[in-house]
C-alpha cells in the first residue's frame, strides 16, 4: 500500500491539505509564530516531504533521522495556547494527511478497497505516532476515522493566523513561484467545502467549479496512463535529496567554478 504514498498526483493537495491543516486554531498559531511560508516556501515543502518519504520508503535508520530531527524541530514549536506534540494537534495533522492523500489517490487513480483503505489507514498512523501521538489515539477502522473527521471538521474555525498564512503560502516574497501557488490556489478551492473556501476569503465563481471539474476529468482520464517512472519520479526525487543531504534539508554549499 505504500504504492500510495509514491504517487505524484498527491501533490494536487498540498495546499488543500496545508489550510484543512492551519484551519485548527493551534495548528495555526503555531505556524504563524514558527513558521516561513513567505520567504522559504519550497524549503518547507522540502522538509515536510523528508520527513514523509524518509518516513515511507527510507532505512530503519534514515526513518529514526527524519522523525528525531521533526520531533526535536516541534519541541522548540509552543506558546499560549498550542503545543505542536499536542496530542490533539499531531492528530489533526496527520489525519489530513490520509485524508488528503486518499482523496487525490480515488480521485486520480481508482477507488480504493475497503481492505485497501484501512491498510492505508493503519500505515499513515505512523506519521502521528513517530512525534509522540499515543498509538490508541489514531482511529483504528475507517469507520472511526470519518467519525473523529466529522467532528473535527465542525470545530474548526479560520482566524487572524490562518489567512494570514493562507496569504503568505499564496504571494510567497519570490514571484517566480506565482504561477505555482495560483494553481494551487485554484485546486485548493475546488477541494474544500464551500464554508472553509468562504472562511478563507478564496475566490470562486460557477465557472471556477466548470473549469476545475473540466480539469479532474483531464486528470483522471490521463494520469493512470502515465508511466510508472514519472508518476512516481517526486517521491524517489525527494528521496534522493534527502540521502545527498545527510537526511534534512540543508543543502550542500555547491564549489564555485572558474
Known amino acids: 500500500m505504500l504504492r500510495v ?3 505524484a498526483s498527491l501533490f494536487l493537495g498540498s495546499a488543500y491539505a496545508v489550510l484543512l491543516q492551519i484551519a485548527h486554531p493551534g495548528v495555526a498559531q503555531g505556524v504563524y509564530d514558527h513558521s516561513d ?8 515543502l522540502r522538509g515536510t516531504l523528508y520527513y514523509v518519504y524518509g518516513t515511507s520508503f527510507g532505512t530503519d535508520e534514515e526513518r529514526a533521522r527524519v522523525q528525531a530531527i521533526v520531533r526535536a524541530i516541534h519541541r522548540k514549536v509552543r506558546g499560549p495556547g498550542y503545543d505542536a506534540l499536542d496530542p490533539e494537534l499531531l ?32 500505515e499513515a498512523s505512523v506519521y502521528a505516532t513517530a512525534l509522540g501521538l499515543p498509538a490508541q489515539n489514531w482511529p483504528a477502522t475507517p469507520e472511526g476515522f470519518d467519525a473523529y473527521w466529522h467532528r473535527a471538521v465542525a470545530r474548526l474555525e479560520v482566524g487572524g493566523p490562518a489567512l494570514e498564512i493562507s496569504r503568505q503560502l499564496f504571494r510567497p516574497h519570490n514571484r517566480l513561484l506565482w504561477p505555482l501557488t495560483r494553481a494551487q490556489r485554484f485546486l485548493a478551492g475546488g477541494f ?64 564555485a567554478v572558474a
Open 5 to 7: 504514498h509514491s504517487e
Open 37 to 44: 511560508f513567505a520567504s522559504r516556501p519550497l524549503h518547507r
Open 91 to 122: 492528530l489533526w495533522v496527520a489525519a489530513t494527511l490520509f485524508h488528503t492523500w486518499t482523496r487525490m489517490y480515488e480521485l486520480t487513480v481508482r477507488r480504493l478497497e475497503p481492505g485497501e483503505a484501512a491498510a492505508l489507514l493503519d
Open 192 to 255: 474544500l467545502s464551500p464554508d472553509l473556501r468562504e472562511a478563507f476569503r478564496l475566490p470562486w465563481s460557477a465557472r471556477h467549479q466548470r473549469w476545475f471539474d473540466r480539469l479532474m476529468r483531464v486528470v483522471r482520464a490521463l494520469y493512470p496512463h502515465l508511466p510508472n517512472a514519472l508518476r512516481t519520479l517526486p517521491g524517489r526525487l525527494y528521496l534522493r535529496s534527502m540521502r545527498r543531504n545527510g537526511g534534512w534539508t540543508r543543502p550542500r554549499r555547491r564549489r
